[in-house]
């Protein structure tokens, strides 16, 4: 299946600084990727959408202004987690969407490993 | 009522058993199913994806769709303890639409 890398995959920072967490399709091109959130034992909350050269939608509730979402290239989406408090400490995951040489997708997602933020 | 409706567990069952998990969902437009398998701290792990009703069968793995009962199953035969983890259902009605998530069903197998 296709491989979807993502980094740092954990990450501990003081309160009030930014955290980036990168996530990369490795081998195809992913022209919708998603930010998830997920708390312990609970399921995946999609934060935000993102496709390839637009602004990121997000969903209702979720800060744009916190949680700046780039998608720079059809193999890279970056999450930034601005001015970060104990509050925003949980696991985030990504997960791209789309096949060999961009071809259309049918809702399959392949995820990335998640990342784990502590904010101390 | 929520999108995806998915019973959490946990679910215990001693090794070799069969596990049998399910969801329902309220939206006719789902016709891409996927069930996820998620260890502990780790990303998702796509498992079976079944496009509109039916069958498939991966090894011990089986997935059923029924749009009409809007009712997917995963079945897993002859469980091992490295199947202990937390499976997802997931739906999309396609064409880049977003996924719906069940809560996700805790299992473990007992050696």
């Known amino acids: 299946g296709a491989v979807v890398s993502q980094h740092p995959s954990w990450v501990i920072c003081k309160s009030g600084t930014s955290v980036k967490i990168e996530c990369r399709s490795l081998d195809f091109q992913a022209t919708t990727m998603f930010w998830y959130r997920q708390f312990p034992k609970q399921s995946l909350m999609l934060m935000a959408t993102s496709n390839e050269g637009s602004k990121a939608t997000y969903e209702q509730g979720v800060e744009k202004d916190k949680f700046l979402i780039n998608h720079a290239s059809l193999t890279l989406s970056t999450l930034t987690v601005t001015s970060a408090h104990p509050e925003d400490s949980s696991f985030y995951i990504c997960?791209?969407?789309?096949?060999?040489?961009?071809?259309?997708?049918?809702?399959?997602?392949?995820f990335g490993e998640g990342s784990r933020l502590t904010v101390l | 009522q929520k999108e995806v409706e998915q019973d959490p567990g946990p679910l215990s069952v001693p090794e070799g058993a069969i596990v049998s998990l399910n969801c329902t969902y309220s939206n006719s437009a789902f016709q891409y199913f996927m069930w996820y398998r998620q260890y502990s701290r780790k990303g998702p792990e796509l498992l079976m994806y079944?496009?509109?009703?039916g069958n498939k069968e991966d090894g011990r793995f089986t997935a059923q769709v029924d749009k009409s009962s809007k009712y997917i199953s995963l079945f897993i035969r002859d469980s091992q303890p490295s199947d202990s983890a937390t499976y997802l259902c997931?739906?999309?009605?396609?064409?880049?639409?977003?996924?719906?998530f069940g809560k996700g069903n805790q299992v473990v197998v007992i050696p």
């Open positions: 997931a739906m999309s009605a396609g064409g880049n639409n977003r996924l719906a």
């Open positions: 079944t496009y509109s009703s």
């Open positions: 997960s791209a969407s789309g096949g060999p040489s961009g071809s259309y997708n049918t809702g399959e997602l392949f």
